[in-house]
C-alpha cells in the first residue's frame, strides 16, 4: 500500500462519501489496521471514541458511544468496513481501503479511438487535410504534386452509392477531378480515367504498388502521416 495514494484517494473519492464522524471513525481504524499492517483488529469503542474527533454538538465532548456504533453500521453498510465479531473486548473489524471498495475509485479508462469506418472523410476539414497528408501530397490518378490550393478531395465512387469514409474519397488534381466527370468512367482519358475505380479490374497493379497499395483484389492501404495511423 502506498501511504500517498491512499490519501488521495480517501481525500478525491471516499471523505466526500463520509460524514465527519465516518471520517474520523474510518481513519481512526486506519490507523490501527493497514497503517500498520494488519487487515483487521479488535477495537474498544467505548474508550476509543474519546481519542476521535470532538463531537458537533456541545463543544469539546467526544461523539457518543451510541453515535460511534450508528457510525460504525452505516460505514459497514456503504462498504467501507467489514464487522467480522463482537466480544467484551470491543468490535472485530476489518477496514477496506477506497480502493477495495467498489465503486469509490473509478479508474479512468482511455478514451476509445475514433471508428475509422465511421468518419467523415470528406466535409470534416481536418479529415480532408488528412487525406491529402496520406496520399503524400500527390494527386491519386496521375501524381500530380499538389498543395493547398490546387487540389479537392472527391469521391472515387459517386454519391449517392459512394459514402465520406476514407475508402471512398481520394486528394485529385483539378484536372483528374473534372475529367473523372459524376460517373464511373469506361474508356479513354489516359491514366486518370483507368485508375478512378479503386475496385475496377481496369487498375494498373504496377501503378497500385508504385503508391505503396495493396494488388488489386485487396483493400487501399493509406498511411496519416499526422498521427501514425494506417488501415487496410
Known amino acids: 500500500m502506498e501511504l500517498e495514494q491512499f490519501f488521495k484517494d480517501f481525500q478525491d473519492h471516499l471523505a466526500p462519501r463520509l460524514d465527519t464522524y465516518e471520517q474520523a471513525i474510518y481513519l481512526y481504524l486506519f490507523r490501527h489496521t493497514r497503517l500498520?499492517?494488519?487487515?483487521?483488529?479488535?477495537?474498544?469503542?467505548?474508550?476509543?471514541?474519546?481519542?476521535?474527533?470532538?463531537?458537533?454538538?456541545?463543544?469539546?465532548?467526544?461523539?457518543?458511544?451510541?453515535?460511534?456504533?450508528?457510525?460504525?453500521?452505516?460505514?459497514?453498510?456503504?462498504?467501507?468496513?467489514?464487522?467480522?465479531?463482537?466480544?467484551?473486548?470491543?468490535?472485530?473489524?476489518?477496514?477496506?481501503?477506497p480502493s477495495e471498495i467498489s465503486g469509490v475509485v473509478v479508474s479512468a479508462r482511455p478514451a476509445a479511438p475514433p471508428d475509422l469506418e465511421m468518419q467523415d472523410f470528406f466535409d470534416v476539414e481536418e479529415n480532408r487535410a488528412r487525406i491529402l497528408t496520406g496520399e503524400g501530397h500527390r494527386c491519386f490518378y496521375c501524381l500530380r504534386q499538389l498543395n493547398g490550393e490546387n487540389y479537392v478531395i472527391e469521391h472515387v465512387l459517386s454519391r449517392p452509392a459512394g459514402d465520406n469514409t476514407?475508402?471512398?474519397?481520394?486528394?485529385?488534381?483539378?484536372?483528374?477531378?473534372?475529367?473523372?466527370?459524376?460517373?464511373?468512367?469506361?474508356?479513354?482519358?489516359?491514366?486518370?480515367?483507368?485508375?478512378?475505380?479503386?475496385?475496377?479490374?481496369?487498375f494498373s497493379s504496377g501503378f497500385r504498388m508504385s503508391r505503396g497499395y495493396a494488388p488489386v483484389n485487396s483493400s487501399p492501404r493509406r498511411r496519416l502521416a499526422n498521427n501514425g495511423m494506417q488501415w487496410t
Not at 488534381?173 to 475496385?199: D, S, V, Y
Open 36 to 97: 500498520v499492517g494488519l487487515e483487521e483488529a479488535v477495537i474498544g469503542f467505548k474508550s476509543a471514541r474519546r481519542r476521535m474527533a470532538c463531537g458537533i454538538g456541545e463543544k469539546g465532548k467526544p461523539m457518543s458511544e451510541n453515535t460511534a456504533y450508528e457510525k460504525l453500521q452505516s460505514l459497514q453498510e456503504k462498504g467501507c468496513i467489514v464487522i467480522l465479531d463482537s466480544n467484551r473486548e470491543g468490535r472485530k473489524i476489518r477496514l477496506r481501503l
Open 166 to 202: 476514407y475508402r471512398n474519397v481520394v486528394a485529385a488534381c483539378r484536372r483528374c477531378n473534372t475529367g473523372k466527370g459524376p460517373q464511373m468512367p469506361k474508356n479513354g482519358f489516359g491514366l486518370c480515367i483507368e485508375t478512378a475505380f479503386l475496385g475496377s479490374p481496369s
